[in-house]
């Protein structure tokens, strides 16, 4: 699952239906740990061909 406040800086990650990798550039200072700041919810998770995007090894 890939949720941006999970996304760290240089991190690729990758849709298991179509291959499209997307590198964070710049991670989400918004939502660092419990940050009461963080406007982000659960079902922000990002996908790709209906599939979340997985964090590639």
């Known amino acids: 699952m890939a949720n941006c406040d999970e996304m760290k800086e240089g ?8 291959g499209l990798e997307l590198r ?3 991670a989400c200072e918004e939502c660092g740990g419990d940050s009461p700041s963080c406007t982000c919810t ?3 998770e ?3 061909c209906g599939k979340p995007l997985a964090l590639k090894k």
């Open 24 to 26: 964070v550039v710049k």
């Open 42 to 44: 659960a079902d922000c």
């Open 46 to 48: 990002i996908a790709c």
């Open 11 to 18: 991190q690729v990650y990758v849709c298991p239906g179509c």
